[in-house]
Each structure stands twice: as C-alpha cells, then as structure tokens.
C-alpha cells in the first residue's frame, strides 16, 4: 500500500506505528535481563557469543510476529550452510531489514553504526553480542572495523554488511562500496549474496512511520565461492555481486506489475 493514498491509512499506519515502537521496546526491556543473564553464562566458553546470538534472533522473530502490518517470506534459505564462514551482502531498504536478516537464524556478526550501540537495551544487546561498531566520518575507525572484522571471521564467524553504506533513499540500488569484498579477499572467504525487498515501503528512511506490506522478501542467492574471484579487484567484485542482486530486485518488480 502506498503510504500517500488516503488520510485514514495515514491515521491507522501512525496508530500501528505507535503500538509497533512500544511494543518493540516493551519487549526488549522484557528480554533484556535474559540475554544478560545468558552472556554471563555463556561469556567463558561461548566465545562466538553463539548462543547469545541465537536468542537475539528469536527476539527480532517475537517483535516481527506482534506486527500484524508486516509479513516476511524467506526463499533460498537452505542455500547456507551452517558450517561455512561467509561474507553476507544485502541491499539496504530500511530500518527493518535487520530485523528481517534476523530470521535466517544463521550466526554472524553485525557491522554497524556506533551509535547504536547506546540505545537502550537494543543497542546494549548489541554491545552483548560483540557485534562491531563503526563511525563512518572517521577514517581510523573504519580501518579498526576491517581488523576487526578480518578477526571475527578467522574466529568463525560469518560477517554481514551492507556494501551500499546506508540505506536507500528512493528505492533503488545505490553504488556498493568495496570494503565487504576487500574483507572476502583477505579472508578468502566465499560471499553470500541476499536480497532483501519490500522493506522500503515498510519503513521509510528518517521516519518512525510504518506502512502495511505483506509482500516482504528475503532472497538467499547462490554462494559465490572464493575461488571464483580471487582474481578480481574489490571494484569488479562490487560490480558483480551488484549486478546479481540487481537482477533479483528487477525480477520482482517484474512480478509484481
């Protein structure tokens, strides 16, 4: 639904928007002291913080479910395998594509902005989950991201970025960035490509406005082994996991006119 149609959905979407942001801290503030306690039971031998992340996701499940504006649908999962270390990449749409990424119950670490991190509960189960902070003005800081990233994944852990830098302003693709490939590179790891669409119209970007869209998509891509780039730049890299999750997103749109 498109969120300009008529003054009465503009009304029920800021009601659903209200109930949906209360909700979404109520319950975090509910499940916090459980993750909490988790990590102190876990913070000795679960290094990975495998655990911690595992009921992370069933949090964003618990505050996906309570929407009744949203609905996600997942292809291709089984694509992954769990016993490999991936670079993830997504398109970014929104605010609610973490939560949908979420859903794959797969373990990986976050990069993401720092000042996250220091909102209430949700920023401080981040912290928890030893997921990776970055300020994006700073040059330093995103060269303490790639280390420290590089050292998560030869620890095990799959990464997931968003090589767009931030989220879509109109819709559309933007340009990636190079960093998340660079990191394939130097880890030789393979990269997973995932499509994510819908999302934008469930949340605009600067706005806490949420809209009905039951047609959210979550779409596992083929891996792409290590060995079938290692002979690539970062850019060329950039431009093929680009083209193909382009040609995922015009696939939909195709399908949905």
């Not at 990975?48 to 992370?56: A, C, E, G, Y």
């Not at 060269?143 to 968003?162: H, P, Q, T």
């Not at 130097?186 to 009905?212: C, E, F, M, Q, R």
């Amino acid at each position: 639904m498109n969120p300009e149609e008529k003054p009465v959905h503009r009304i029920i979407d800021h009601l659903v928007s209200y109930y949906f942001w209360f909700s979404l801290f109520f319950i975090s503030g509910i499940l916090f002291p459980f993750t909490f306690l988790a990590w102190l039971l876990t913070v000795f031998f679960d290094k990975r913080r495998f655990i911690l992340h595992k009921m992370t996701c069933g949090w964003a499940t618990i505050v996906l479910a309570i929407n009744p504006y949203w609905k996600t649908h997942i292809e291709g999962k089984k694509k992954i395998n769990p016993k490999t270390t991936y670079i993830m990449v997504s398109n970014h749409q929104s605010g609610a594509d973490i939560l949908v990424l979420f859903k794959l119950y797969n373990h990986y670490k976050w990069v993401a902005k720092r000042s996250l991190f220091f909102y209430p509960f949700i920023g401080w189960n981040m912290w928890l989950n030893g997921y990776i902070s970055i300020v994006r003005t700073r040059g330093k800081s995103k060269l303490m991201m790639m280390d420290k990233a590089a050292n998560a994944v030869k620890e095990g852990n799959s990464m997931i970025l968003f090589p767009e830098g931030t989220r879509t302003r109109d819709g559309n693709l933007q340009p990636f960035k190079t960093g998340a490939f660079r990191l394939a590179l130097d880890t030789k790891s393979p990269i997973l490509p995932i499509v994510i669409i819908g999302t934008y119209y469930a949340i605009n970007k600067n706005s806490l406005v949420i809209h009905k869209n039951h047609n959210i998509r979550l779409v596992v891509l083929d891996p792409v082994p290590y060995e079938e780039f290692a002979h690539m730049d970062p850019k060329e890299i950039a431009t093929k996991i680009h083209d193909l999750i382009q040609v995922e997103i015009d696939k939909s749109n195709l399908t949905t006119k």
